[in-house]
């Protein structure tokens, strides 16, 4: 079974858990990708994230099945995003894999986050913060700065 | 049977940079005049800059997704047809 969701509420790393264990399976293995504090050399208070869904969720779904096509052990995949305000140290992604055994679901969860990156399935914006007010910056492509003043 | 001119009516969805520049998160019925129901992807982005001018700033940087398909090459032809969706999308990914 694959999990998709997007959600705008905190992401449940221990939910997710529990949404691919299987008594078939001896691993679970989870990435969490949260906030980090910094980008580029700038303090990041937070980032924001949105999602054109129906995309979103169709570009899940093909990976979940490249996933099964290389790992055919794999059992159950959880892929939750959280779309909004991601504050720093919060989850913006959590990746679940069950499998019978610990290689399949280390290598498909390490896959899955690398494949996530690069097929663009939601939209970051972060939020620094700069000695006078706050900066805007769009993702970490083609870094765009937009002066946004604080009166 | 001659080829002429056809209008068709797409909705368009707008996501970040690109939603605050047209100034809208959607617009439907967004005509588009095609040479048979055929615009290139690059051309259906004239088409929606022209109408949305703020957008030029970032014309070169977005990519549009038809009926939920990247459109990659924007060279390559888009065959339009009403109701289609079309969401203009900066490139910029996170997770």
């Known amino acids: ?151 | 049977m001659s080829q002429g001119h056809s209008v068709i009516r797409v909705n368009l969805l707008f996501f970040a940079k690109s939603r605050e520049l047209a100034g809208t998160a959607a617009y439907d019925e967004f005509p588009l005049v095609t040479t048979a129901g055929t615009l290139s992807g690059g051309e259906v982005l004239n088409l929606i800059c022209e109408h949305f001018p703020d957008l030029a700033a970032i014309r070169n940087n977005v990519i549009i997704a038809h009926n939920e398909q990247y459109c990659e090459d924007l060279a390559a032809q888009l065959h339009l047809a009403n109701g289609d969706e079309i969401a203009v999308i900066p490139p910029i990914a996170g997770g």
């Open chain 1, 1 to 151: 079974m694959n999990y998709l969701k997007l959600t705008f509420e905190k992401l449940e790393v221990g939910e997710i858990n529990d949404l691919v264990a299987h008594e078939s399976c001896g691993a679970i293995s989870l990435f969490v990708g949260t906030t980090r504090d910094n980008f580029d050399g700038k303090t990041v208070v937070l980032l924001q994230y949105e999602a054109y869904e129906a995309m979103a969720l169709k570009t899940m779904n093909n990976l979940c099945d490249e996933i099964r096509t290389r790992w055919p052990d794999v059992k159950n995949i959880g892929i939750h995003h959280r779309l909004g305000t991601v504050p720093v140290k919060e989850a913006s992604v959590v990746i679940a894999v069950s499998s019978p055994h610990r290689k399949s679901s280390l290598e498909a969860v390490h896959y899955a986050i690398d494949e996530l990156k690069k097929k663009r399935s939601c939209l970051e914006e972060g939020t620094v913060r700069r000695r006078r007010g706050m900066l805007r910056m769009e993702g970490e492509q083609g870094v765009h700065l937009v002066e946004k003043s604080q009166r």
